[in-house]
């Protein structure tokens, strides 16, 4: 699996703004498909769950080598909500790296905070 | 797609549906920190038997896994809602109208209808009795 160093310009955005990533590879491997995505998600006790996702879809195919990096962007959805946090669960925002490889796929997370329109 | 018709729903709403009262909102979104005017008109005070009162609530609805590992029985999704914030205030039946201008405040929930994790306000005209309430009830979108 890789391993993976992931950073954005800015970890606030509003509605419309765009997010700017750097993903740097700590541990290389080979990669189907490199994609990120911005997540909504619905985080309860044992589910979690996105119904808004925005997919920068496949940016590099092919093998990681340790000191190499990638640059992407994502928008937030013009319509986006903030968090929110309940008695039972929570609403956040997540930008989740996937490599897709063989067996387990390898993941980076970074949590965003989207501010009230 | 809906499901076959036992006659259920339609027997629940005619014990449920309102008798003697309406309620109506001037606006049915807003943002947090908004407000917005309940209107309750009462037609026959007679029709009114419990606690007269409305409300205004939302209910946060959650999923959870259930597993189970000492048995047969297969892991399954349970969704279980419970009143995050509730506001009741007591109506009088022998008033015809009633304006209430009611405030979501700036710190509460806003509405999400999600698939693990929601947040549904409403809005609701009750005759709270034993049994069955009798309500008049409105969605309200509740923005950010």
């Not at chain 1, 765009?18 to 700590?26: A, C, E, K, P, Q």
């Not at chain 1, 790296?97 to 390898?106: H, N």
């Not at chain 2, 995050?84 to 109208?97: A, F, G, K």
Request: glycine share 8%; with cysteine.
């Amino acid at each position: 699996m890789a391993v993976f160093d992931l950073r954005l310009r800015s970890y606030q955005a509003r509605p419309g703004d765009t997010l700017y990533g750097w993903l740097g590879i700590v541990q290389g491997g080979a990669t189907r498909g490199l994609v990120a995505e911005l997540r909504y998600v619905e985080e309860t006790r044992s589910y979690e769950e996105a119904n808004t996702v925005v997919s920068t879809g496949p940016f590099y195919v092919g093998p990681m080598q340790p000191g190499q990096a990638f640059e992407f962007t994502v928008d937030v959805p013009a319509d986006a909500k903030p968090a929110q946090t309940g008695n039972h669960g929570r609403l956040l925002w997540m930008v989740d790296v996937k490599s897709d490889e063989p067996g387990f796929d390898s993941h980076a997370r970074v949590g965003v905070e989207v501010l009230a329109p | 797609m809906t499901g076959p018709d036992w006659g259920f729903s339609p027997v629940a709403n005619r014990f449920r549906a309102p008798e003697g009262f309406s309620l109506v909102l001037d606006r049915y979104e807003l943002r947090r920190g908004e407000s917005f005017v309940a209107t309750v008109q009462v037609s026959d005070p007679s029709l009114i038997t419990g606690t007269f009162e409305l409300g205004l609530v939302c209910i946060e609805r959650w999923a959870e896994l259930h597993h189970h590992v000492q048995s047969d029985m297969h892991d399954h999704r349970q969704v279980y809602e419970e009143p995050i914030y509730q506001w009741w205030l007591p109506l009088d039946r022998d008033q015809p109208r009633t304006d209430l201008t009611l405030q979501v405040v700036a710190d509460a929930p806003f509405s999400h209808a999600g698939t693990a994790l929601s947040f549904e306000w409403s809005v609701t005209a009750r005759d709270r009795r034993s049994g069955f309430d009798k309500l008049d009830r409105h969605d309200l979108t509740v923005l950010p």
